[in-house]
């Protein structure tokens, strides 16, 4: 099954991976980066931890990814646990580094807490935006929430929070997953009328782990549909047919937002390659390099 976008251009990809904790895991991680790399993504990005508890790995990555590939590699920074001088220090050194697009976020509070500024530190992604924007000239991305933030007092308070993230020098917003095409094209729609004219990427996460996935959401405040865990029921001890129900669930979100328009999107890998792999396939991203790339 192959979409077709609506204005005849191959549409834009990009990926998040996050820093692998182990040795074990690093193979799994540069074998994701190596395959979906083929596809010539926009940007890969990587995150960054619960009060900057991945900043070194993070980093490392990064400069990992600059000098072992051709890619754009792009450092999430967050406004928790460090000081505005320690953050400027931080985006100073990826500037020096060839880093030039980072993922600017607020954070969230440690433990399920809410959010409080650290000691000396930034109380909004809007200020670290301004902070960025002053160290150099990056490209910055933000967070969107198309169900709004957990903490947002109401929608309308969400999307003026977003849109001072944007004037003050974001030039895209990148969403939370969500698994409703109409959940996003709904808030595309908010934003147009709120203001806001920069583009926003759809975050799309296909379902490596239904349980796992499950308990993402719940966090974040997204929402699974009834028949898509439907689906997914009985599939625990089944990882062949989970892979495949999976990989239609992803690419019937990715067409339907694509036949409205749509063209760019950034996936969530959890540093795993097949099922965004599938993705891009589906979208006519990567045709014969994803393929040699996967051999």
Request: glycine share 8%.
């Amino acid at each position: 099954m192959s979409t077709a976008s609506t204005s005849g251009r191959e549409p834009s990809i990009s990926f998040e991976f996050f820093p692998p904790a182990e040795p074990a895991m690093a193979a799994s991680f540069w074998s994701a980066v190596h395959r979906l790399g083929s596809t010539e993504p926009r940007f890969v990005s990587v995150t960054y931890g619960a009060a900057g508890s991945t900043q070194d790995r993070t980093k490392q990555c990064v400069a990992e990814i600059l000098a072992r590939t051709n890619l754009r590699a792009t450092p999430h920074v967050t406004c928790v646990g460090s000081t505005r001088a320690q953050l400027r220090q931080l985006v100073e050194s990826y500037w020096r580094l060839g880093v030039r697009h980072i993922v600017a976020l607020r954070g969230d509070g440690l433990n399920g807490e809410r959010f409080s500024a650290y000691p000396e530190g930034f109380s909004s992604a809007a200020e670290l935006v301004e902070m960025i924007r002053d160290v150099a000239p990056f490209e910055v991305s933000v967070a969107a929430y198309p169900q709004t933030h957990p903490e947002a007092t109401s929608l309308e308070s969400d999307i003026a929070h977003l849109k001072r993230k944007l004037d003050a020098g974001a030039c895209r917003a990148l969403t939370q997953f969500f698994f409703d095409p109409d959940v996003f094209l709904r808030f595309r729609d908010v934003c147009a009328a709120g203001g806001i004219s920069q583009p926003l990427v759809p975050g799309i996460l296909p379902i490596v782990n239904f349980a796992q996935t499950a308990r993402f959401a719940r966090r974040c405040g997204a929402t699974i549909p009834t028949w898509i865990a439907k689906r997914f029921d009985g599939l625990e001890h089944d990882p062949q047919t989970h892979q495949l129900v999976a990989a239609s669930v992803a690419i019937s979100l990715v067409d339907r937002l694509q036949r409205e328009g749509v063209d760019a999107f950034h996936l969530y890998t959890l540093n795993r390659a097949e099922l965004a792999a599938a993705v891009c396939h589906a979208l006519g991203v990567g045709g014969a390099a994803l393929r040699s790339a996967a051999g």
